[in-house]
């Protein structure tokens, strides 16, 4: 099993930035790959970004350039980078971690961007 809590969130202005935090526990070495994703209020869960077990990242769009994800190289801590943020970003965002047996999830964290 897999464990992870995120650490990071909080209240920014428009144009500040933040950096969250996920970090896993257990049997670590079973993750494929770890990811972001966030849930705006009345809004669905949506994906963020993803970095694989090689190392490989990609981005969605609406955030493509403004955040950067990365890992500690023990590969127990995955970061979230988010800089240039705009009120569009506020939401939960939640760390997931993709293993053989299927997809678990951290707690969340709340990031409100004010205008």
């Known amino acids: 099993q897999v464990q992870l809590v995120e650490s990071g969130g909080g209240l920014v202005q428009a144009g500040g930035s933040l950096r969250l935090s996920c970090k896993a526990s257990?049997?670590?070495?079973?993750?494929?790959?770890r990811a972001w994703y966030r849930q705006a209020p009345g809004k669905q869960r949506e994906w963020v970004t993803t970095?694989?077990?090689?190392?490989?990242?990609s981005y969605d769009d609406s955030v493509k350039g403004r955040f950067t994800i990365s890992r500690d190289n023990a590969k127990t801590t995955v970061y979230l980078q988010m800089n240039s943020l705009k009120p569009d970003d506020t939401a939960v965002y939640y760390c997931?971690?993709?293993?053989?047996?299927?997809?678990?999830w951290g707690q969340g964290t709340q990031v409100t961007v004010s205008s």
């Open positions: 970095i694989t077990r090689a190392g490989t990242t």
């Open positions: 997931s971690a993709a293993l053989p047996s299927g997809q678990t």
């Open positions: 257990g049997t670590i070495n079973r993750i494929n790959s």
